[in-house]
């Protein structure tokens, strides 16, 4: 079966330091991979999303980007954080074969300080 | 107007209650629908999905789509104070990797 893992789980951080959150898939192959920010009672918004290896599209612009170094890995990241960057931090997958139910990992809550 | 709406609640039911969940939308390309239940800090699990109008059913979960309306529901049976969470519908439109839309999440209570 498969599994989706992120961490860290939680991650309080000040203004103007970097940020790198991991995601990595296991039992599945070549999967889609997605970035996701989720503010209170607003729904889950779309950051970035990868279809393979060193492709990624961005949603939104952002103080965020985003790398996949390998097939089921993909990492967010900034270089200097902003207060408003502060969120619960979503990645899911979904099949390569275009079906799309979307499969969420655990979340990490960042706070920025 | 949003391309998914939900009604945030709060929702409050006693246990056994039947509970209905709804979001409506806006556009018609959206063909797959998918709800999600979350729990206080955790990621949203995957409960039910479907891309045809009618009704799915599994166990006390049934999905219902109407098309002709752009309206959706989610119906709970025999309610469980488990089953209390934040409820996300969410719709795309078939084979696209980017445009799956979610709704605010009705946060449910089920009291025993």
């Known amino acids: 079966s498969q599994t989706i893992h992120q961490w860290p789980a939680t991650l309080v951080q000040p203004v103007g330091s970097p940020l790198s959150l991991e995601c990595t898939v296991e039992?599945?192959?070549?999967?889609?991979l997605y970035w996701y920010r989720q503010a209170a009672g607003r729904g889950l918004q779309l950051l970035f999303y990868s279809v393979g290896i060193g492709q990624i599209s961005s949603e939104v612009p952002q103080n965020l980007s985003a790398s996949r170094p390998q097939d089921r890995q993909f990492i967010l990241s900034s270089k200097k954080l902003l207060l408003s960057d502060s969120g619960f931090y979503l990645c899911a997958w979904s099949a390569w074969t275009g079906t799309n139910e979307q499969y969420f990992g655990p979340g990490t809550r960042l706070t920025v300080t | 107007q949003k391309e998914v709406e939900q009604d945030p609640g709060p929702l409050s039911v006693p246990e056994g209650a039947i509970v209905s969940l709804n979001c409506t939308y806006s556009?018609?390309?959206?063909?797959?629908f998918m709800w999600y239940r979350q729990y206080s800090r955790k990621g949203p699990e995957l409960l039910m999905y479907?891309?045809?109008?009618g009704n799915k059913e599994d166990g006390r979960f049934t999905a219902q789509v109407d098309k002709s309306s752009k309206y959706i529901s989610l119906f709970i049976r025999d309610s469980q104070p488990s089953d209390s969470a934040t409820y996300l519908c969410?719709?795309?439109?078939?084979?696209?990797?980017?445009?799956?839309?979610f709704g605010a999440g009705t946060r449910l209570t089920v009291k025993p």
């Open positions: 969410a719709m795309s439109g078939l084979y696209n990797n980017n445009d799956m839309r």
């Open positions: 039992g599945t192959s070549n999967p889609n």
């Open positions: 479907t891309y045809s109008s």
């Open positions: 556009n018609s390309a959206f063909q797959y």
